[in-house]
């Protein structure tokens, strides 16, 4: 407001940094398809969220913060990796809040970042996809031992491997399906579409 | 009764015992299942980390294949049925979407055909009165928490019963002869695969069930998703060591419960795979 003790550097960062929040408040509104200004801040999203007890913000924070436009601190947040997905808070929020959709909205923008805290859940989603985009399906054996291998807890589950397999449980080797490179498509068509701008 | 069966990745491996339960009741009642060929995996949560439109696109391709056919998809995974019908809602919602999604399959799907939890084509299609009817070893006396989860009854859009106090699941063990006891944790979270990749926060999750099951005075718990089997069986002995508790629940399938009561064999359904042995329960109650 013109005060003269103000400098001028500090007025253009404030501005940048303003502007890039507001950007980036615009862009997960348009990728998730929310408005972060439905939710008035009741905080029954927190209140029975599973594993809000593990979380550096509560959910219901996490919406304030994406309200105010603090990107760093939610993109560095654990509570986006630790989100389980079970969809309590936006079957249960007065303003239909789609707060799991922002929470992939949120994940999906810190990977392209190079920000993932959680670095363990990183990686078993990571083997996950990796599966599925090599055999079509999600090869469990492969994926929690490969886990437990490139987490370096190899000894964690090694108790549950022999009684997994004389229960017949899993098999060792993977089973590609024969669907003639059509999953492999959708990952890549999938992504040029989104390339091209055509995502919803 | 003629479903398209998407079994889905875990009920060939972790949840071998789901397949075979479903299979082996559906036989028996005369309903039939036809696996869809080369189906591929739902990307249960994970494929979000790739975005949105993967995410429908990747369960689709498994719509569109049953849409071949003609029929109805039953599917007995939780998180699978969730995946799918999240994926036909979209596609049916949207001509926007549709149009996408045909682009990416190079197929055409039009979100005909209905997708269905296999609580649904046992409990509703098939019918309470027709279960009943079936039942040859009665459950009497057998005190059941039927814990639903997250997937069969979140979001509401696509919930398949009431997503604060569900009854599909009780009103089957009520149907078999059993007692559907009263519960606090029937929608809570598992936890996922927090078991997996950050242990002590999946374990406190997956206790707080087990706590409040034992608590109601159930015998037993059944479920309907493999994931939520394997952290109540496999985990249990985990949480006996964090909690430094004794529990020794045995967890069901509810289609292996159905299945016992109408006099199929414990081992075509698969129970002798179950971590915590549920042979005491099943002689107590003279149901093996
Ligand atoms: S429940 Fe909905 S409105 Fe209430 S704080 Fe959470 S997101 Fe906001
Ligand atoms: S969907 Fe995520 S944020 Fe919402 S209640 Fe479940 S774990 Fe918490």
């Known amino acids: ?200 | 009764m003629k479903y398209a069966y998407y079994p889905g990745c875990s009920l060939s491996a972790t949840g071998v015992e789901f397949n075979m339960s479903t299979l082996a009741l559906a036989r028996k009642l005369g309903v039939e299942l036809r696996e869809i060929p080369q189906w591929n995996c739902c990307g249960a949560s994970y494929s979000h980390n790739r975005g949105h439109l993967f995410a429908i696109a990747l369960p689709a391709r498994n719509l569109a294949l049953a849409e071949r056919e003609k029929l109805e998809v039953a599917v007995s995974c939780a998180a699978c049925y969730n995946k799918l019908k999240a994926a036909r809602e979209a596609v049916k919602s949207s001509p926007e979407m549709k149009e996408k999604i045909n682009r990416v399959l190079n197929m055409e799907y039009n979100a005909t055909y209905d997708v269905l939890s296999s609580v649904e084509v046992f409990g509703k299609r098939y019918g309470l009165d027709n279960i009943s009817a079936r039942v040859t070893k009665p459950l009497t006396g057998l005190r059941v928490a039927s814990y639903y989860g997250c997937l069969l009854v979140r979001p509401p859009q696509l919930a398949m019963d009431d997503q604060e106090n569900p009854s599909s699941i009780d009103d089957i063990i009520g149907a078999l002869g059993g007692t559907a006891v009263d519960w606090s944790h029937k929608v809570e979270c598992c936890g996922a695969f927090h078991s997996t990749y950050n242990s002590k926060a999946g374990f406190h999750v997956i206790g707080d069930i087990l706590a409040a099951a034992a608590e109601s005075g159930a015998d037993c718990i059944t479920v309907a998703c493999p994931l939520c089997m394997l952290n109540l069986d496999m985990r249990q002995a985990n949480v006996n060591r964090q909690r430094k508790t004794k529990y020794k629940i045995p967890i069901f399938y509810f289609t292996e419960l159905m299945g016992l009561a109408m006099g199929i064999l414990p081992k075509e359904l698969g129970i002798q795979k179950h971590f915590v042995n549920p042979g005491p329960l099943l002689r107590a109650k003279a149901l093996a």
């Open chain 1, 1 to 200: 407001m013109g005060s003269k003790t103000v400098k001028k550097s500090n007025l253009v960062n404030i501005s940048t940094l303003f502007t890039e929040s507001r950007s980036f408040v615009a862009m997960v509104r348009q990728e998730s398809g929310v408005d972060e200004k439905d939710c008035y801040q009741c905080g029954k999203c927190s209140a029975g969220c599973p594993l809000a007890f593990d979380m550096d913000y509560m959910p219901r924070e996490i919406m304030r913060m994406l309200q105010l436009g603090m990107v760093d601190d939610i993109l560095h947040s654990h509570t986006i990796w630790l989100c389980s997905h079970c969809i309590t808070c936006y079957s249960r929020c007065p303003r239909s809040v789609d707060l799991p959709r922002i929470m992939d909205t949120l994940r999906l923008e810190a990977i392209k970042r190079g920000h993932a805290p959680e670095k363990q859940i990183k990686l078993f989603g990571d083997l996950f996809l990796w599966s599925v985009r090599q055999f079509g399906r999600v090869f469990e054996m492969g994926l929690i031992m490969g886990f437990n291998l490139k987490s370096g807890q190899f000894f964690k589950d090694i108790m549950l491997g022999p009684a997994m397999l004389l229960n017949r449980k899993i098999s060792l080797l993977p089973h590609k399906i024969a669907d003639g490179g059509a999953v492999k498509e959708i990952f890549d068509r999938t992504k040029e579409m989104e390339r091209e701008g055509g995502h919803s």
